[in-house]
């Protein structure tokens, strides 16, 4: 069993930043896929960063360039830096990790990310 831990939402004007953390409850980073995922109201949940277990990364067209996914191993933690914050940005954003082995799935509880003015 896996827990996941989100942290760092709020209130931000457009155009400013965020930093999100996912705590882990223990080391996974070695075999599991680690993701950010947010749903907005009345829309599908959907994949926003993916950092592998290799290290390699992956964004949603409409944050490239505007976000960055990370990870600390050693604090069994993953970062979602977001900057350059538009309205659209607005939702709840969740922590998924997936195993690569058995592809069992964990999901966060959620931190609401409202932007705006």
């Known amino acids: 069993q896996v827990q996941l831990v989100e942290s760092g939402g709020g209130l931000v004007q457009p155009g400013g930043s965020l930093r999100l953390s996912c705590e882990a409850s223990?080391?996974?980073?070695?075999?599991?896929?680690m993701a950010w995922y947010r749903q907005a109201p009345g829309k599908q949940r959907e994949s926003v960063a993916v950092i592998t277990s290799g290290g390699s990364t992956n964004y949603a067209d409409s944050v490239k360039g505007r976000f960055t996914i990370s990870r600390d191993n050693a604090k069994n933690t993953v970062y979602l830096q977001m900057n350059s914050l538009k309205p659209e940005d607005t939702a709840v954003y969740f922590c998924?990790?997936?195993?690569?082995?058995?592809?069992?799935?964990?999901w966060g509880q959620g931190t609401q990310v409202t932007v705006s003015s």
């Open positions: 223990r080391n996974i980073f070695s075999i599991y896929t």
């Open positions: 998924h990790a997936r195993n690569q082995l058995s592809n069992y799935n964990y």
